[in-house]
């Protein structure tokens, strides 16, 4: 506070004092009058009621504006009328003439011989002007680590930091600026005389001193006693805990928070709240004055007051009752109430506190403890309005984070039993166990209330799988291994359940297993689909096998009659002595044509019957490609005239190349592959055979043909068996067996068969062999029988 303000504030309390001195003699004049009407009234009670209320007024009042004579008369007129109202009586004789003689004192010393007393001296507490935004904090502290972690910390709170290492540097700075608190190490002040006259220049210099927070790396009893001794405010022991000691330096630099102190002055006498007023304002606080207590509920909710300082006795309604009554609101329940009144009896003061108060204060009252008083208890109280908006805060927090967690777990839980798994938790360290609730069902437990525990999990496990799960939680807790391992558990019943379980181990800094989590899955399903998944593959073989073992059979059956069939029909053809006419003729080339044709099938199922049943032989030899295409190419002239397509051979760069293959199966490869591109080309269309190098070791042959193409999206089927991919419509003869008995030929024999098409351009059919021949020339008469 400035110097100007300081005097405005001195010359207004001088005012209300002179203003009050000037209007005593009227305030006794009324007590006299007050008195006379007692002596004419029958049942004078109610006026001794009121007489009462105005001396008491007079005896706080008085001594406040320094009319220290007029206080001690009335407080003692007062005690007098007390005791008769208390009493319930009238005044006696004797009490009357003491009274009337009281009053006529008061009325002498409301006149001229009232004494002249010099002003009284008011130490104005000095607070600054303006509220800053952040705090001056002083550091004395010869750590250089633990001073560089409190600024840090304190520098986030937007305070000024000054640090010192030495007591005298830090005694300059605070002559010439007072800090909001100061954090000193312990060890300065502990034998240290210099520590200790510090202490006491700080509590001499400035009123009330900063708060002094000790740092020590003691913590015990006489420690605390001593920092208590030499005026500390607070203590932490080493390591520090930063945000606790932040948060207490918040609460410490808040004696000018962002929002002025708001105190409310309840008291009948309006002279005696202004200058209450005065006092608080000059203090840098907010006033509200309300000279009627039955109006104080309707300010409260309008005005929203720290603390409510009142009278004792009023009229209509004492301070006792009005605190009675806010305190009925649990919004104010917290509120500080002050009290301040004449009152000296002790009973009465303690009786005041009982009902609300937090403190009592007898007029008439020193500024300096009533700014005090007001101070501590505003600030205690919006300290722990702050603790409790936090706490709210947190509480709120935490029950959003649990409502969230309950969310989580019961989406885990609702996951767990719609896919048969639970959860369990081992502790490393005393061998208990937590586990999920659908753990107890899967061990066959049941929906009985079964105690998690790593007896009861081992319990439920079959005899003869038990020590490899013990084994393979050893060892995933030692050699770090994975856990996963699938068992049986026997339940109750007899029943027997395969479980899989998978887990891992959660290791400490030092990388101690400590936990071990893991789920646990019911497979009994799997396996027994798993069984029959065998079983019906078992089937499948045999049948499969049942199936080629007939096919060969009846291929068998049915070439021996079909072989008579074209013989006779050969004998007819060629008897020259007998000649068919053109009609038979006909008809013979038509039988000649279907046997050939069923001749041709008959073999394909063969062929690939003994595929299937693994019995097809390959004559794998040393063999010069050229020889096989120029064959191949030689066949199918006379096919490729009588359909009108051209044939055509680009051989140049295999004529020296060797395979290993068996040259029959690989020519019938070609053979079908050839036929294929001349059946199925278009009119006049081309068939081109080409041989080429690929690789160092491979060689490839190309059949091209500029047919209509495979359509696309029915490529995927070209190599099913009797899937003609729609030209069994057609007049083109074929099986639909051919490409895929081919194909595994080739693979039979180490080689690989594809094919590229578009749709409306042609397909090409590729066969690449390797050109790898040690084995066959160091064993040119080997043979091997290949299986599918």
Request: glycine share 4%; aromatic share 6%; proline share 3%.
């Given at each position: 506070?400035?110097?100007?303000?300081?005097?405005?504030?001195?010359?207004?309390?001088?005012?209300?004092?002179?203003?009050?001195?000037?209007?005593?003699?009227?305030?006794?004049?009324?007590?006299?009058?007050?008195?006379?009407?007692?002596?004419?009234?029958?049942?004078?009670?109610?006026?001794?009621?009121?007489?009462?209320?105005?001396?008491?007024?007079?005896?706080?009042?008085?001594?406040?504006?320094?009319?220290?004579?007029?206080?001690?008369?009335?407080?003692?007129?007062?005690?007098?009328?007390?005791?008769?109202?208390?009493?319930?009586?009238?005044?006696?004789?004797?009490?009357?003439?003491?009274?009337?003689?009281?009053?006529?004192?008061?009325?002498?010393?409301?006149?001229t011989s009232i004494p002249q007393l010099e002003d009284e001296v008011i130490e104005l507490q000095h607070y600054p002007d303006k509220i800053q935004d952040g705090s001056l904090i002083f550091i004395i502290e010869n750590d250089r680590h633990v001073v560089q972690q409190l600024t840090a910390e304190l520098k986030n709170e937007h305070h000024t930091i000054k640090s010192f290492d030495k007591l005298n540097t830090f005694k300059q700075a605070y002559r010439q600026q007072r800090p909001d608190v100061v954090i000193m190490e312990m060890e300065f002040t502990h034998g240290d005389i210099s520590g200790d006259e510090t202490l006491q220049e700080i509590n001499r210099l400035y009123q009330p001193p900063p708060p002094l927070i000790f740092i020590s790396t003691q913590n015990d009893m006489n420690s605390r006693l001593k920092a208590v001794?030499?005026?500390?405010?607070?203590?932490?022991?080493?390591?520090?805990?930063?945000?606790?000691?932040?948060?207490?330096?918040?609460?410490?630099?808040?004696?000018?928070?962002?929002?002025?102190?708001?105190?409310?002055?309840?008291?009948?006498?309006?002279?005696?709240?202004?200058?209450?007023?005065?006092?608080?304002?000059?203090?840098?606080?907010?006033?509200?004055?309300?000279?009627?207590?039955?109006?104080?509920?309707?300010?409260?909710?309008?005005?929203?007051?720290?603390?409510?300082?009142?009278?004792?006795?009023?009229?209509?309604?004492?301070?006792?009752?009005?605190?009675?009554?806010?305190?009925?609101?649990?919004?104010?329940?917290?509120?500080?109430?002050?009290?301040?009144?004449?009152?000296?009896?002790?009973?009465?003061?303690?009786?005041?506190?009982?009902?609300?108060?937090?403190?009592?204060?007898?007029?008439?009252?020193?500024?300096?403890?009533?700014?005090?008083?007001?101070?501590?208890?505003?600030?205690?109280?919006?300290?722990?309005?702050?603790?409790?908006?936090?706490?709210?805060?947190?509480?709120?927090?935490?029950?959003?984070?649990?409502?969230?967690?309950?969310?989580?777990?019961?989406?885990?839980?609702?996951?767990?039993?719609?896919?048969?798994?639970?959860?369990?938790?081992?502790?490393?360290?005393?061998?208990?166990?937590?586990?999920?609730?659908?753990?107890?069902?899967?061990?066959?437990?049941?929906?009985?209330?079964?105690?998690?525990?790593?007896?009861?999990?081992?319990?439920?496990?079959?005899?003869?799988?038990?020590?490899?799960?013990?084994?393979?939680?050893?060892?995933?807790?030692?050699?770090?291994?994975?856990?996963?391992?699938?068992?049986?558990?026997?339940?109750?019943?007899?029943?027997?359940?395969?479980?899989?379980?998978?887990?891992?181990?959660?290791?400490?800094?030092?990388?101690?297993?400590?936990?071990?989590?893991?789920?646990?899955?019911?497979?009994?399903?799997?396996?027994?689909?798993?069984?029959?998944?065998?079983?019906?593959?078992?089937?499948?073989?045999?049948?499969?096998?049942?199936?080629?073992?007939?096919?060969?059979?009846?291929?068998?059956?049915?070439?021996?009659?079909?072989?008579?069939?074209?013989?006779?029909?050969?004998?007819?053809?060629?008897?020259?002595?007998?000649?068919?006419?053109?009609?038979?003729?006909?008809?013979?080339?038509?039988?000649?044509?279907?046997?050939?044709?069923?001749?041709?099938?008959?073999?394909?199922?063969?062929?690939?019957?003994?595929?299937?049943?693994?019995?097809?032989?390959?004559?794998?030899?040393?063999?010069?490609?050229?020889?096989?295409?120029?064959?191949?190419?030689?066949?199918?002239?006379?096919?490729?005239?009588?359909?009108?397509?051209?044939?055509?051979?680009?051989?140049?760069?295999?004529?020296?190349?060797?395979?290993?293959?068996?040259?029959?199966?690989?020519?019938?490869?070609?053979?079908?592959?050839?036929?294929?591109?001349?059946?199925?080309?278009?009119?006049?269309?081309?068939?081109?055979?080409?041989?080429?190098?690929?690789?160092?070791?491979?060689?490839?042959?190309?059949?091209?043909?500029?047919?209509?193409?495979?359509?696309?999206?029915?490529?995927?089927?070209?190599?099913?068996?009797?899937?003609?991919?729609?030209?069994?419509?057609?007049?083109?003869?074929?099986?639909?067996?051919?490409?895929?008995?081919?194909?595994?030929?080739?693979?039979?024999?180490?080689?690989?068969?594809?094919?590229?098409?578009?749709?409306?351009?042609?397909?090409?059919?590729?066969?690449?062999?390797?050109?790898?021949?040690?084995?066959?020339?160091?064993?040119?008469?080997?043979?091997?029988?290949?299986?599918?």
């Amino acid at each position: 506070m400035s110097d100007n303000t300081a005097n405005r504030v001195e010359e207004r309390i001088a005012a209300l004092r002179k203003n009050y001195l000037l209007s005593l003699p009227d305030k006794i004049t009324s007590i006299v009058n007050l008195w006379e009407k007692a002596h004419r009234s029958v049942d004078n009670i109610e006026t001794l009621h009121s007489l009462q209320q105005a001396v008491h007024t007079l005896s706080g009042s008085g001594a406040t504006f320094g009319a220290v004579s007029v206080s001690r008369l009335a407080r003692e007129l007062d005690e007098l009328l007390g005791l008769i109202l208390e009493l319930g009586r009238q005044a006696d004789q004797q009490e009357k003439q003491q009274i009337t003689k009281l009053i006529s004192e008061l009325q002498g010393e409301a006149g001229t011989s009232i004494p002249q007393l010099e002003d009284e001296v008011i130490e104005l507490q000095h607070y600054p002007d303006k509220i800053q935004d952040g705090s001056l904090i002083f550091i004395i502290e010869n750590d250089r680590h633990v001073v560089q972690q409190l600024t840090a910390e304190l520098k986030n709170e937007h305070h000024t930091i000054k640090s010192f290492d030495k007591l005298n540097t830090f005694k300059q700075a605070y002559r010439q600026q007072r800090p909001d608190v100061v954090i000193m190490e312990m060890e300065f002040t502990h034998g240290d005389i210099s520590g200790d006259e510090t202490l006491q220049e700080i509590n001499r210099l400035y009123q009330p001193p900063p708060p002094l927070i000790f740092i020590s790396t003691q913590n015990d009893m006489n420690s605390r006693l001593k920092a208590v001794k030499a005026g500390a405010s607070r203590y932490f022991s080493k390591p520090l805990q930063l945000d606790k000691l932040s948060q207490t330096v918040r609460g410490l630099t808040q004696r000018l928070p962002n929002a002025l102190y708001r105190v409310m002055i309840v008291d009948d006498d309006a002279s005696l709240a202004e200058y209450y007023a005065t006092l608080l304002q000059s203090a840098g606080m907010s006033t509200q004055i309300v000279t009627d207590p039955m109006q104080v509920l309707a300010q409260l909710q309008d005005w929203s007051p720290d603390l409510i300082m009142m009278d004792v006795y009023m009229p209509h309604c004492s301070g006792l009752e009005l605190a009675a009554v806010i305190r009925q609101d649990e919004t104010y329940t917290t509120m500080p109430i002050v009290f301040l009144s004449s009152e000296t009896d002790i009973d009465k003061q303690l009786y005041a506190l009982d009902l609300g108060g937090d403190a009592f204060l007898t007029k008439p009252v020193i500024p300096q403890h009533l700014l005090s008083t007001i101070t501590a208890r505003v600030k205690r109280s919006r300290w722990l309005t702050r603790l409790k908006s936090e706490l709210e805060a947190a509480l709120e927090n935490n029950e959003c984070q649990r409502k969230e967690i309950q969310k989580k777990e019961e989406r885990l839980r609702f996951s767990q039993y719609f896919a048969n798994i639970g959860s369990w938790d081992l502790s490393f360290t005393n061998r208990e166990m937590y586990w999920s609730e659908k753990i107890a069902p899967l061990l066959g437990y049941g929906t009985a209330n079964t105690e998690a525990s790593y007896e009861a999990f081992l319990a439920a496990i079959h005899p003869d799988d038990k020590v490899k799960v013990v084994a393979a939680i050893e060892a995933c807790s030692s050699t770090k291994d994975a856990y996963e391992i699938e068992h049986r558990v026997v339940w109750p019943d007899g029943s027997v359940r395969w479980l899989l379980q998978k887990g891992d181990v959660i290791r400490d800094d030092r990388g101690i297993p400590v936990r071990m989590l893991g789920v646990v899955q019911d497979t009994t399903q799997r396996k027994q689909l798993e069984r029959d998944l065998a079983t019906q593959k078992e089937f499948a073989v045999q049948a499969n096998s049942a199936k080629s073992e007939f096919l060969s059979r009846m291929s068998h059956e049915l070439r021996t009659p079909l072989n008579a069939i074209i013989g006779f029909a050969q004998l007819l053809e060629s008897d020259g002595q007998q000649p068919l006419h053109e009609h038979q003729q006909d008809s013979l080339d038509e039988i000649l044509k279907a046997s050939n044709h069923l001749l041709e099938l008959i073999d394909e199922v063969l062929d690939l019957a003994k595929i299937e049943a693994g019995k097809i032989q390959l004559h794998i030899e040393e063999t010069p490609v050229i020889d096989v295409l120029l064959e191949s190419y030689s066949m199918m002239i006379p096919m490729a005239e009588a359909n009108h397509i051209q044939l055509d051979f680009k051989f140049d760069q295999c004529e020296d190349i060797l395979i290993n293959t068996d040259r029959t199966k690989l020519k019938q490869v070609m053979f079908n592959l050839m036929s294929n591109a001349i059946k199925y080309n278009k009119p006049h269309g081309k068939v081109t055979m080409t041989c080429e190098a690929c690789g160092t070791q491979r060689v490839r042959m190309r059949i091209t043909d500029t047919g209509v193409g495979i359509p696309r999206e029915r490529q995927s089927e070209l190599f099913k068996a009797f899937n003609r991919l729609g030209a069994e419509a057609s007049d083109i003869e074929g099986t639909g067996i051919g490409l895929m008995i081919s194909k595994k030929i080739i693979e039979m024999m180490g080689g690989e068969l594809g094919f590229h098409s578009e749709q409306g351009e042609g397909t090409v059919f590729w066969v690449e062999m390797s050109t790898e021949c040690e084995s066959i020339n160091r064993h040119p008469n080997k043979t091997r029988a290949a299986s599918s």
